[in-house]
């Protein structure tokens, strides 16, 4: 059963330094979610791909979050520099479009010390 | 705006019980999607089932049933004779066509604690 991928799924950085998730969507699927999930609440959108064009941005912290999603396929979300508030999971998921059922990859925890 | 409301934070049964999780959702749509999901211990989010707004009817699916009822704005879901395999935490979610967004608002969440 196709799954979506992510890496690494366990980082820990230090506060001021930069740090990149990766993620592999389902093969064929045209959207691509990064959300956020802080302990003890649900995710949160941060970004929406569709294909490689941004289709949601607007609660990502543009000042120090960047996504891309180059060819339409993975994607790579970056963090500079991290803060003590970045410490969440991060989860990828992909759709076959907009509207349809999401899945979720394993996701990845970071603490930010 | 779009919200949805788990205001059951933490519900503890013994195995072989019934357990309904209560979901109530805000929009102005008339088209949206309702989901839920469950989050194990291991951390990833694992569908478990998509209702669009103009099919009301319940679904059934094994110990899993959902109840969709558009005048309450309600989708409940039941587990019937519970497990300790079903212990995780439940997110109910709706997706509305915001801006071509399509993405998923998130309910806070119910832990679901099944004793053997």
């Known amino acids: 059963e196709a799954e979506v991928a992510q890496s690494p799924r366990y980082k820990i950085t230090e506060k001021s330094q930069a740090v990149a998730f990766w993620c592999d969507p389902i093969s064929g699927h045209a959207t691509l979610y990064w959300y956020r999930q802080i302990l003890g609440q649900g995710p949160e959108l941060l970004v929406q791909f569709q294909d490689e064009s941004v289709v949601d941005d607007s609660q990502l912290p543009k000042d120090r979050f960047s996504a891309e999603r180059l060819k339409g396929v993975d994607s790579t979300l970056k963090i500079q520099p991290a803060e003590l508030g970045d410490s969440a999971m991060y989860l990828c998921?992909?759709?076959?479009?907009?509207?349809?059922?999401?899945?979720f990859g394993p996701g990845t925890r970071l603490t930010v010390t | 705006a779009q919200k949805v409301t788990q205001a059951q934070t933490e519900i503890s049964v013994v195995e072989k019980e019934d357990v309904t999780l209560d979901c109530v959702y805000e929009?102005?749509?008339?088209?949206?999607?309702l989901f839920w999901y469950k989050q194990p211990p291991s951390g990833e989010l694992v569908f478990l089932i998509r209702?669009?707004?103009?099919?009301?009817q319940n679904e059934i699916s094994g110990r899993y049933s959902w109840n969709f009822q558009k005048s309450t704005s309600s989708f409940n879901f039941t587990i019937t004779a519970s497990q300790v395999v079903d212990s995780a935490v439940y997110f109910c979610?709706?997706?509305?066509?915001?801006?071509?967004?399509?993405?998923?608002?998130f309910g806070s969440g119910t832990r679901l604690l099944v004793r053997p």
């Open positions: 998921a992909s759709s076959p479009n907009r509207g349809r059922e999401q899945y």
């Open positions: 929009t102005r749509d008339t088209t949206y999607y």
């Open positions: 979610a709706l997706s509305a066509p915001m801006d071509s967004s399509y993405k998923l608002i």
């Open positions: 209702r669009n707004s103009f099919d009301e």
